[in-house]
């Protein structure tokens, strides 16, 4: 039974819906159960030494005396750790606020439920901990914390290498190209994700070398799925912080034009952010990037600052849709709505428009039918190592559904 080991607490004021809630969970096999009427019954409750026992709060919106969004302010500062379940029977728009102010307190929330819940609805939910539980747990055993000489001494050791995620055409199903993603094959303990690096790399003004290790990996990777007769490009994502050198331009050509290969078939992925302090260097080393025939592309377009701006000062030839939208695309209208406009924008102004974080074989029906030109995802294929990549090139189509 999915929910047996966990242990959760429902806070509900309305009698009838509590006893409602705690059926759906035991069916789903939940043992534990803690019930509070008020927020601040359950604050008492989770301020006692049981709270390190309770896994999953599920907790209305509209109560009398403290309502969910005070309550879900005092978990975020006092038990940020335990999931979240927001349920309410309002509006999807205002749920959907409350969504993003539960983000902003730091809570960890699991997700929406409108009411009445159903099991599936809840199933999927406590699903989603379980995996993202998991993963954590796996980072923790991994150790989350390495230093600038541990990061520094794998790079030069070489333990650092591009991972390849596939990128589709999604009226087709054929493989356009990939993200190249770094990983650190560390040798006790296996494969590292970027989160462990970049950071540290970033600030301490070394990001340079992972940068150029990339590119250079993936222009001679992209070279040899080019003799295998795959004429596909390579993405690699570039820094903020790197762009301050005006020489950037011209040392990424050099790179990648000794490795042999044309510069149009690697793509530069720039997340926006409101730290693009140093604005002209930055421009003038897109612009001449962009001159040189590189293509360009807008990185997690959605979440930044400046989205707009940005897209009338550079020259981009692709948008990434950050994945979080297309996640929140089924539950929430508002995501819709700012995919669809999104991918309207990129058509017109002629950008290659890329769907990332598709996990369903929906999610890539639905941004199908809205005319997104290309996606990737968990859904398509996670990042894989080179022969595996190689591989799947020649397969060619990725099978799905109705194409
Ligand atoms: P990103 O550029 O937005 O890359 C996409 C991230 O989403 C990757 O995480 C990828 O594994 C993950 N992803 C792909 N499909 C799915 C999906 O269906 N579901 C979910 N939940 N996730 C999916 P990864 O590899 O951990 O990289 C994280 C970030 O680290 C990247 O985000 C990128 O910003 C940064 N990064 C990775 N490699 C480099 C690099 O060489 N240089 C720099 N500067 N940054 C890098
Ligand atoms: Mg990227
Ligand atoms: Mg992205």
Redesign the pocket.
Same mark, same amino acid.
């Given at each position: 039974m999915i929910a047996s080991e966990l242990s959760f607490l429902v806070i509900e004021d309305d009698d009838f819906q509590r006893d409602v809630i705690v059926s759906v969970l035991s069916n789903l096999g939940a043992m534990q159960i803690a019930e509070a009427r008020t927020g601040t019954e359950a604050l008492n409750f989770l301020n006692d030494t049981r709270s390190t026992l309770i896994d999953i709060i599920l907790c209305d919106l509209n109560m009398p005396e403290m309502d969910g969004m005070e309550f879900l302010r005092h978990i975020g500062s006092s038990h940020p750790s335990i999931a979240t379940i927001i349920m309410s029977a309002l509006d999807i728009a205002l749920i959907d606020s409350v969504r993003k102010m539960a983000g902003a307190y730091g809570i960890y929330l699991l997700g929406t439920i409108e009411k009445p819940i159903t099991p599936a609805r809840l199933e999927t939910l406590i699903n989603i901990y379980k995996s993202r539980d998991l993963k954590q747990r796996k980072e923790i055993s991994n150790g989350s914390r390495y230093t600038l000489g541990e990061i520094l001494e794998g790079l030069t050791g070489g333990e650092f290498t591009?991972?390849f @995620?596939p990128k589709v055409k999604l009226s087709t199903g054929r493989v356009i190209g990939a993200? +190249?993603? +770094? !990983?650190w094959i560390h040798p006790g303990r296996g494969v590292i994700?970027? #989160?462990e690096f970049?950071d540290v790399l970033?600030k301490s003004g070394n990001?340079d070398i992972?940068?150029f290790l990339?590119l250079e990996k993936s222009a001679k990777a992209c070279k040899l799925i080019h003799a295998q007769g795959h004429e596909i490009s390579i993405s690699?994502?570039?820094?903020l912080t790197s762009l301050t050198d005006t020489n950037l331009a011209d040392k990424i050509t050099r790179v990648v034009s000794e490795s042999g290969l044309d510069p149009k078939f690697i793509i530069l992925?720039i997340?926006e952010t409101a730290a693009m302090t140093e604005m002209a260097p930055a421009l003038e080393n897109l612009a001449r990037l962009r001159m040189k025939g590189f293509g360009l592309s807008i /990185? /997690?377009y959605g979440t930044g600052y400046s989205s707009m701006q940005q897209i009338s000062r550079i020259a981009f030839t692709e948008l990434?849709i /950050? @994945?979080s939208f297309v !996640?929140e695309m089924t539950t929430s209208n508002v995501s819709k709505v700012l995919i669809n406009s999104s991918i309207e924008m990129a058509t017109k102004l002629q950008m290659k428009c890329t769907a990332?974080?598709?996990?369903t074989e929906n999610d890539w029906e639905q941004l199908k039918n809205m005319n997104c030109d290309l996606g990737?995802? #968990? #859904?398509i294929a996670?990042?894989m190592n080179f022969d595996e990549f190689l591989e799947f090139c020649s397969e060619n189509l990725v099978h799905h559904g109705t194409v």
């Amino acid at each position: 039974m999915i929910a047996s080991e966990l242990s959760f607490l429902v806070i509900e004021d309305d009698d009838f819906q509590r006893d409602v809630i705690v059926s759906v969970l035991s069916n789903l096999g939940a043992m534990q159960i803690a019930e509070a009427r008020t927020g601040t019954e359950a604050l008492n409750f989770l301020n006692d030494t049981r709270s390190t026992l309770i896994d999953i709060i599920l907790c209305d919106l509209n109560m009398p005396e403290m309502d969910g969004m005070e309550f879900l302010r005092h978990i975020g500062s006092s038990h940020p750790s335990i999931a979240t379940i927001i349920m309410s029977a309002l509006d999807i728009a205002l749920i959907d606020s409350v969504r993003k102010m539960a983000g902003a307190y730091g809570i960890y929330l699991l997700g929406t439920i409108e009411k009445p819940i159903t099991p599936a609805r809840l199933e999927t939910l406590i699903n989603i901990y379980k995996s993202r539980d998991l993963k954590q747990r796996k980072e923790i055993s991994n150790g989350s914390r390495y230093t600038l000489g541990e990061i520094l001494e794998g790079l030069t050791g070489g333990e650092f290498t591009p991972f390849f @995620q596939p990128k589709v055409k999604l009226s087709t199903g054929r493989v356009i190209g990939a993200e +190249a993603l +770094a !990983r650190w094959i560390h040798p006790g303990r296996g494969v590292i994700t970027p #989160y462990e690096f970049i950071d540290v790399l970033e600030k301490s003004g070394n990001i340079d070398i992972l940068t150029f290790l990339m590119l250079e990996k993936s222009a001679k990777a992209c070279k040899l799925i080019h003799a295998q007769g795959h004429e596909i490009s390579i993405s690699v994502n570039l820094s903020l912080t790197s762009l301050t050198d005006t020489n950037l331009a011209d040392k990424i050509t050099r790179v990648v034009s000794e490795s042999g290969l044309d510069p149009k078939f690697i793509i530069l992925e720039i997340t926006e952010t409101a730290a693009m302090t140093e604005m002209a260097p930055a421009l003038e080393n897109l612009a001449r990037l962009r001159m040189k025939g590189f293509g360009l592309s807008i /990185d /997690d377009y959605g979440t930044g600052y400046s989205s707009m701006q940005q897209i009338s000062r550079i020259a981009f030839t692709e948008l990434k849709i /950050d @994945q979080s939208f297309v !996640r929140e695309m089924t539950t929430s209208n508002v995501s819709k709505v700012l995919i669809n406009s999104s991918i309207e924008m990129a058509t017109k102004l002629q950008m290659k428009c890329t769907a990332e974080g598709i996990e369903t074989e929906n999610d890539w029906e639905q941004l199908k039918n809205m005319n997104c030109d290309l996606g990737q995802g #968990y #859904y398509i294929a996670k990042p894989m190592n080179f022969d595996e990549f190689l591989e799947f090139c020649s397969e060619n189509l990725v099978h799905h559904g109705t194409v």
